[in-house]
């Protein structure tokens, strides 16, 4: 585990917020904030149900939020907060967005971009994890306990 500081967890509390919002639409609960000089810019979470739409992760939406917000497409200087390690799918995209930082909270053991493909982050991307991971794993959890 990375060294975590009160910010992070305020942030990751966010994030937090996020996912269980997604969780009320039945949708599988990640959230995700991007901040940007210590202000959230934009808030999101997983709608892959709502929109039938593969890519509506968490963390993409917040890409394209964040960029829309700033008026440019790289984030060199934002922070993405989300509750479960990116896919490879996102990871790929922050990557272009040349994010300056990712902290996550829950590993993601089957589809996290670190196990999978640890390489697809942009080279000055920093990575913090393990930010409040009880919490955070343990939305997941309830939530996929519901379904089985």
């Known amino acids: 585990m990375d060294k975590i500081d009160f910010n992070d967890q305020y942030f990751m509390k966010q994030a937090l917020q996020q996912a269980k919002e997604a969780m009320q639409k039945d949708e599988v609960p990640v959230g995700a904030v991007v901040v940007s000089e210590g202000t959230i810019i934009t808030k999101a979470h997983n709608l892959t149900e709502t929109l039938n739409d593969v890519t ?50 829950a590993p993601d053991e089957k589809r ?3 196990r999978l ?20 794993q343990q939305i997941v959890k309830q939530f996929f306990a519901t379904k089985r």
């Open 112 to 114: 996290g971009f670190k």
């Open 56 to 105: 509506a992760h968490a963390e993409m939406l917040a890409i394209t939020s964040a960029a829309e917000q700033l008026g440019g497409k790289y984030l060199n200087n934002c922070t993405l907060y989300v509750t479960l390690e990116p896919c490879s799918m996102c990871a790929g995209a922050l990557n272009w967005a040349q994010i300056g930082r990712i902290v996550f909270g």
């Open 117 to 136: 493909s640890p390489s697809l982050l942009h080279p000055k991307t920093e990575v913090t994890h393990g930010v409040l991971a009880d919490e955070c």
